[in-house]
RNA sequence: GCAGCAGUAGCUCAGUUGGUUAGAGCACUAGUUUGUGGAACUAGGGGUCGGUGGUUCGAGUCCACCCUGCUGUACCA
């Protein structure tokens, strides 16, 4: 090995970025064609929008800041700032806002697209993922939530996880709302600190929530966060009203009459879902996975949820004079690819090549017809590509996990039949080149 | 950002209270087999022990700072 010098380039990755292994690939294939499926059955169109956008217009604003790069990756192009998209809602926004009058109303499309974070990458998170992304546009009928919720199991399902795997989460805005009604709470700041706390229960449980609402919390690491300081009668309301199984907001009731008449029961009312805190105006959703996701250590990570969304009544008509109610729900598909690959095996068929040996360069001619003639058919087939001994050309099949070889050197020239080597039993046959087409079908 | 832990060969790791030329397994290269892979055997290459500075006669080992990674926590529009 050559040994790194100073002015070498570094053959390591950006913090958060990786580079992806052709079976995690396939896996993710194979969803993303399942999810196709799905969205052509629910009458989604299917849309694609820039890597990058004016920086104002995914909602991050830089009035007088230098580098706008706080959560997103940004430059400045021509004087004006640019940003690689964060999630794919807001470009739909944007979108929607844009060809409005065109479109059909209301709008139902989906995204499949890769998105960027300038973030802190955690275990199964990174900096550059790929999401799926579903959205109703203007349309207020809480149908269209319901229907999402439906939809996006049937997606989970069809990428192989049972009902006993995952589970949909569901809540509202509405109900923390009230909560602050109820408990006088108005300071925005203490109402913010108390939505991301309440955020935590799945991780945290009450213990630790109650902890973060009130003076605050020491990690496992000894690491102290700073609480909402509310008093402890706000607390106690506040963690029974969060306690009721049954959910009393009118959204939400609706919601479960409609999951009953599409007999959905794979969901949980769960009060503690909060997700994304800037725009969300209605009922919220999240994928959660029941079963425990670990790290190429076999320790059990923190791993979130693989998707969730919800309703946003404001954000298109943040971009001008249209008011289009919206819902909408995304998976990040390389999570769900990572989750998945430890749950499940998955036996992808990707055809190896056959190889065809290099005995002789003189011979490339016949070697070239042979291959020809099994890509004519179809078949995975390469020519050795390089000249070296037969024997490091067997190691290189045998390493790429190639089915077979063909040799054709002068013993075959002279006897005008190739040998076909099975490199899983190692049998060799002689044969006609008629055949050949046919014996390697038996063999893979 | 904050906190804990870690960094020795391409990979996984060992390295005794600081003591000569720093080890193992796997992988790699060559050969045993110049027309045959997976097994075996033989030989070989590959490391400024994450970096810089310090303590010491002597540092992979001790100290300081920095870098990187993992985990937790915060943030995630």
């Known amino acids: 090995m050559t040994k790194e010098k100073t002015n070498k380039p570094s053959k390591d990755l950006p913090l958060g970025f990786v580079d992806r292994s052709e079976k995690e690939l396939l896996v993710r294939d194979f969803i993303t064609s399942k999810i196709k499926e799905v969205m052509v059955k629910y009458g989604f169109k299917y849309l694609e929008t820039p890597s990058f956008e004016y920086t104002d217009s995914i909602g991050k604003f830089l009035p007088d800041k230098d580098r706008p790069d706080e959560g997103v ?14 999630d794919l809602t807001a470009p739909l926004a944007r979108y929607v806002a844009k060809n409005y009058l065109e479109i059909p109303k209301p709008f139902k499309r989906y ?6 974070r300038n973030e802190k ?12 992304d579903a959205d109703f546009v203007g349309t207020k009928s809480l149908q269209a939530d319901a229907e999402l919720c439906v939809m996006i199991s049937e997606i989970i399902e069809k990428c192989g996880l049972s009902k006993s795997e995952y589970i949909i989460k569901i809540s509202s805005r509405k109900i923390t709302d009230s909560i602050f009604k109820k408990i006088n709470l108005e300071n925005p700041e203490q109402k913010l600190t108390t939505l991301r706390a309440l955020d935590k229960i799945d991780r945290l449980g009450w213990d630790g929530v109650k902890q973060l609402l009130g003076e605050g919390r020491k990690d496992k690491s000894g690491d102290f966060t700073k609480g909402a300081n509310l008093s402890s009668n706000n607390i106690e309301t506040i963690e029974k009203e969060l306690k009721k199984k ?19 029961k794979n969901f949980e009312f769960d009060p503690s879902v909060i997700r994304g805190l800037e725009y969300y105006t209605g009922p919220i959703f999240e994928v959660n996975l029941k079963f425990d996701v670990k790290n190429d250590k076999g320790q059990v990570i ?10 946003y009544d404001n954000l298109v008509s943040n971009f001008g004079n249209y008011d289009a109610p919206a819902t909408g729900i995304s998976i990040g598909l390389d999570r769900l690819v990572y989750a998945l690959l430890q749950k499940k095996e998955f036996k992808i068929k990707q055809a190896k090549p ?16 042979i291959q020809n003639v099994l890509r004519s ?3 995975s087939v390469e020519i050795y590509p390089g000249d070296g001994k037969l024997k490091k050309q067997m190691e290189y099949a045998n390493k790429i996990k190639s089915p077979a070889v063909i040799l054709y ?14 490199l899983n039993s190692g049998n060799e046959k002689s044969i006609t080149i008629s055949d050949l087409v046919n014996e390697i079908k038996k063999i893979i």
């Open 377 to 379: 058919a179809d078949l």
């Open 246 to 264: 049954i959910p009393e907001t009118e959204d939400l009731k609706e919601i479960l009459r409609i999951f009953e008449d599409y007999n959905f």
């Open 111 to 116: 995204q499949l697209g890769t998105v960027w």
């Open 302 to 311: 923190q791993f979130g949820s693989v998707g969730g969304g919800g309703r």
């Open 409 to 422: 050197g002068e013993d075959e020239l002279k006897s005008g039949k190739l040998t076909l080597r099975d």
């Open 121 to 132: 990458p955690g275990p199964g998170r990174f900096r550059e993922f790929l999401q799926f």
């Open 73 to 86: 990756f940004s430059f400045q192009d021509e004087n004006k700032w640019l940003s690689l998209r964060y």
């Open 354 to 369: 056959v190889v065809i040996c290099v005995f002789d360069k003189s011979l490339i001619k016949e070697y070239i017809k």
